[in-house]
């Protein structure tokens, strides 16, 4: 069994600042990646960032420039440093990973999700 479980969302006003966390733990024997996707309310859920345990990041167009991924190998943690919050920016984000289980299983998991609201 293994849990995705992220904090740091709330509701800022526009050109502010938030940093999401997640956390993975259960049954892990290697993690490959670790992401963020978000989904607006009507929209497709689409990828925000992603980065890799050797620390291979890639963002989505929307967000380069504003928004860093980082990762902490030991404590199995991902971060998500938004600035620069847009309005369209406001979205349910998802913490993701790709993890080989204890079992040798390579699997992707999905955290509950938490959300972030940019007024304008």
């Known amino acids: 069994q293994v849990r995705l479980v992220e904090s740091g969302g709330g509701l800022v006003q526009a050109g502010g600042s938030l940093r999401l966390s997640c956390a993975a733990s259960?049954?892990?024997?290697?993690?490959?990646?670790m992401g963020w996707y978000r989904q607006a309310p009507g929209r497709e859920r689409e990828l925000v960032a992603t980065?890799?345990?050797?620390?291979?990041?890639t963002y989505a167009d929307s967000v380069k420039g504003r928004f860093t991924i980082s990762g902490d190998n030991a404590k199995n943690t991902v971060y998500l440093q938004m600035n620069s919050l847009k309005p369209d920016d406001t979205a349910v984000y998802y913490c993701n990973s790709r993890i080989v289980t204890m079992n040798f299983d390579l699997l992707n998991y999905w955290g509950r999700g938490t959300q972030v609201t940019v007024s304008s």
């Open positions: 980065i890799t345990t050797g620390g291979s990041a």
């Open positions: 259960g049954s892990i024997f290697r993690i490959n990646a």
